[in-house]
């Protein structure tokens, strides 16, 4: 059974810093993976997908990789700002249209 | 790209009532629809699969008879929970794929507060 976690669950950081969000997954056989962002009390937002042939996605100031073979993918996230606060969430498929594997998320914190 | 709908995005309900929520997916077609349930302060969790035309299919742990799903048509799935205790007081998230390599899209979610 496909497990994700990701590491650390609760970040602050002041105001301009990069930081890395990790994510590991246990299965590798995947058909891709997801960062999203979820606004308290809101839905998600999806910021990168990457499939399981790639090995990065890049989107303005977030960038996020992938190593399947290890299990593990990063989202780097360049000067944060404030309204980078929120919580970031990673998500496998296994394959086409089946439902994702969800981590606990990491809750960010960007102080101004 | 793709949009999910959810109708309502909240309801406040007393304990006992049964709530429906709707998942659409509004410019494309779906033979299969996910539904996701999120504690305060926990990840998503799958509940179910709702397949069109066919059964839905349960997670472990999720009570077919008290979580009712309908997929009466390719962009429609229903989720009724009935006879809603506080315990049953959530998030809930339906996903829809519009087909071929693309991603998943989420509905917005539907908050449900059962008093």
């Known amino acids: 059974k496909q497990e994700v976690t990701q590491i650390p669950a609760a970040l602050s950081v002041p105001e301009g810093e990069n930081l890395v969000l990790n994510c590991s997954f246990t299965d590798s056989a995947i058909y891709n993976l997801q960062w999203f962002r979820q606004d308290p009390g809101k839905g998600l937002t999806s910021l990168l997908l990457?499939?399981?042939?790639?090995r990065e996605q890049t989107s303005g100031r977030l960038n996020a990789s992938l190593d399947k073979s290890s299990g593990r993918s990063t989202l780097y996230i360049a000067a944060s700002q404030p309204g980078d606060s929120a919580t970031y969430l990673c998500?496998?498929?296994?394959?086409?249209?089946?439902?994702?594997?969800f981590g606990k998320g990491t809750r960010l914190s960007v102080i101004a | 790209g793709a949009v999910v709908s959810q109708h309502p995005s909240w309801v406040i309900c007393k304990s006992g009532t049964s709530v429906k929520i709707e998942c659409r997916s509004l410019?494309?077609?779906?033979?299969?629809m996910f539904w996701y349930r999120q504690f305060p302060k926990q990840s998503l969790m799958l509940m179910a699969t709702s397949n069109e035309g066919s059964k839905a299919t349960y997670e472990q742990g999720v009570e077919k008879d008290k979580f009712l799903i309908n997929h009466a048509s390719l962009t429609l799935s229903t989720l009724t929970v009935t006879s809603a205790h506080p315990e049953d007081s959530s998030f809930y998230i339906c996903?829809?794929?519009?087909?071929?390599?693309?991603?998943?899209?989420f509905g917005p979610g539907t908050r449900l507060t059962v008093l």
């Open positions: 990457i499939q399981s042939s790639q």
């Open positions: 410019d494309f077609q779906a033979t299969t």
């Open positions: 996903s829809a794929n519009p087909g071929g390599a693309g991603t998943q899209y």
């Open positions: 998500a496998v498929e296994a394959t086409g249209n089946t439902p994702l594997v």
